[in-house]
């Protein structure tokens, strides 16, 4: 098998460049595009011996070995999953490629001692948060590697903030520095505040095309639509209202932010609390007590709509995307639907085996192929995050994608948060400031 030129285009990038950014839209094969410069780098130019790929969970378990395998690649891959004795089993295989969890990423740095030359961090966006011990562990075993390569599609899914903490991982500071504090008094300014604390942050005049430039060296980018046949996108609204007892809950939860709820007081103990209890809220259903997962059914507007987008699809299947557990036990007593979290579950929904399958944003968003299945998407709740949205719509907008169309529906909830929600997808402003101010807007 060979690579598509735009696949060896980016492959060499990476040999020619031993810090390589690489901002590859859903179904480019940043995989094998990877695998390839690796194999040509330790075998052919013998600067690399061993590599770390730090991925997300699902795809650390399966794509980078199966990627090797099916292209052939002489390349020997360990993953280092599963228990704390098989991971260390695994990291003293014999192997060219360590494929680990991002997950056990601190624990890799607690307990191995050894040194990898090579860094791969697939979804680099999974470091934006230059505090989080996950951070702090791949910004160690990446200061230790000659070579760093980062993977992702959005690298600044919540602002250009997050490239502080990606960048900090790739290069150690050396384009955008290594304190937070000086990165934001050279391209921002406080913007949305509460006191002393500054909730969002605006860029300065001029600053977003200096971070570019900085970042520009080491930087490749491609857009799927440029060089994918790629189905048609077409994004439905259907919106549903609330009446009565649902309404006046509704109106009672974002004015005083107490509502009475299933013979339960439901109450939001500040804004964030407010937004999650109204988006609950308008999906139809709201924690009473989240610790016990139990809940309160509200109303099933969306439930409805739903199965009137179920029965229009005349047999063909649906994948729906849910945020709130409650959501998806409401859709697995209604439709039976089958969330996919196995791989015996993608393949029966791959071999059009699973009527309605419900996948999580943010536990399946990333790594998986599911455009044999169907090619209709239903959002029951939309994620504050671009990333998320953009990478589960991509999981059937894809190359390979058998329909002409692949259509994803957005159930909103007329005149409640849901309308912001969206509204801050379309302008990808999933900031907390963005939050905010969907909360004021419900309020006034």
Known sequence: MKLHAYQDVASEYIIAHPEALLLLGCGLGKTIITLMALELLMYDYFSVRKCLVIAPPRVAQTVWAQEAEKWGLHLRVSRVIGTPQQRMAALYREADVYVISRSCLAWL????HGEFDCVVFDELSSFKDHTSDRSKAARYFGSKARRRIGLTASPAGNGLMDLFSEML?????????????????????????????????????????ELYRRIGDCTISMASKDYLDMPDLVE???VVTLEGKALGAYKALKKTMVAQIGGEEITALSAGALCDKLRQLAGGAVYTNSE?????????????????????????????????????ERLRERFGAVPLKTEADISR???????????HPASAGHGLNLQDGGSLLVWFSLPWSWELYEQTTGRLWRQGQRADTVRAYHL????????QVLAAIRVKDTTQAALLAAVKAEIS
């Open 109 to 112: 740095k607690e307990k191995w």
């Open 169 to 209: 991982c790739l290069d150690g500071g050396k384009r955008l520095g290594r304190f937070i504090g000086k990165f934001r008094e050279a391209f921002f300014l406080p913007d949305k505040r509460s006191g002393m604390q500054v909730w969002s942050w605006k860029l300065r005049d001029g600053a977003d095309e």
């Open 236 to 238: 439905i609204p259907v």
């Open 292 to 328: 016990e997962n139990e809940w309160a059914e509200v109303h099933d507007l969306k439930l409805q709509a739903l199965e009137d987008i179920i029965e229009a699809a005349y047999g063909a299947p649906v994948l729906v995307a849910y945020w709130y557990r409650h959501e998806l």
């Open 349 to 359: 929904w791959n071999a059009g085996e699973i009527p309605v399958a419900a996948i």
């Open 412 to 419: 909103l909830t007329e005149g409640t948060i849901d309308g």
